[in-house]
């Protein structure tokens, strides 16, 4: 990720109000992300534990910077900078303490919103597809997939562009507000990635979901959050 980026998001970091989680509670979107939006962002802040938790939204946690130990379920899990967390709304998920350099950002996102990024998966069967499937049902996984995806360009540039977008409107919240801000949330996105993601299957092994690159496709963060 670009030095400059990850500096913005330390800065924001230090703006974030830090809001406690008890073991055992079940987070509500509601309270996170805001009223008519479907992605919120929040930074894990290295120094501080998160105690175990489920949620009614489902997490994408991105590591940006350093190496992050986490706890899923009852397993506990390391990524490298670059690699992505999936986790369920049925999950467990304890953060706890980090490495002084480590940086993490949090996306919740509302299930409603896999409804068009499965149209771009196509109906191939993969762990990623029945995973997003379960999220928008009623059988709520307790799973989660790991993507081991850290050095791939094509995930990095989705990521950094959708950071991008909201790492600016978190700035004009700030610029407009004397108050700390704890989420950082955007309600459709209207700019289209320079880059595309090509299309991608996954293997499963366990509980590790790869990415393997097939043919490119039109992939970008219009058709994720539109």
Same mark, same amino acid.
């Given at each position: ?22 073991? /055992?509670?079940?987070?509500?979107? =509601? ?10 962002? +929040?930074?894990?802040?290295?120094? %501080? %534990? ?10 994408? $946690? ?21 690699? @992505? ?6 999950? $467990? $998920? ?7 350099? =480590?940086?993490? #950002? ?13 149209? !771009?998966? /196509? ?10 499937? %379960? ?9 989660? @997939?790991?993507?081991? #995806? ?7 540039? @989705? #990521? ?5 977008? $909201? ?21 459709? @996105? !209207? !700019? %289209? =990635?320079?880059?595309? +993601? ?8 366990? /509980? ?14 219009? !058709?994720?959050?539109?």
């Amino acid at each position: 990720m670009e030095r400059i980026l990850t500096d913005r998001l330390r800065c924001m970091l230090r703006e974030q109000n830090f809001q406690p989680v008890l073991r /055992g509670q079940m987070v509500s979107a =509601a309270a996170h992300i805001p009223a008519g939006r479907r992605v919120a962002m +929040i930074l894990h802040d290295p120094a %501080r %534990r998160v105690e175990a938790h489920t949620r009614d939204y489902v997490e994408l $946690l991105y590591q940006c910077a350093g190496k992050g130990v986490y706890q899923a379920n009852d397993r506990t899990l390391e990524l490298n900078a670059g690699e @992505l967390l999936l986790l369920g709304q049925n999950t $467990l $998920l304890t953060l706890p303490e980090q490495e002084q350099d =480590a940086l993490a #950002v949090r996306f919740l996102i509302k299930p409603d919103l896999f409804g068009g990024l499965l149209i !771009h998966l /196509g109906r191939e069967e993969s762990p990623l597809r029945e995973f997003l499937l %379960r999220c928008m049902g009623q059988e709520t996984p307790y799973g989660y @997939l790991h993507f081991r #995806v850290g050095g791939m360009p094509e995930v990095e540039n @989705l #990521v950094e562009n959708l950071l991008l977008l $909201l790492v600016g409107v978190a700035e004009a919240a700030l610029a407009n507000t004397d108050k700390d801000i704890n989420l950082y949330g955007c309600d459709s @996105l !209207h !700019h %289209r =990635a320079d880059n595309s +993601i090509t299309r991608c299957n996954t293997t499963q092994s366990n /509980g590790t979901a790869q990415l393997h690159t097939k043919s490119p496709c039109p992939f970008s963060l219009q !058709h994720l959050l539109e």
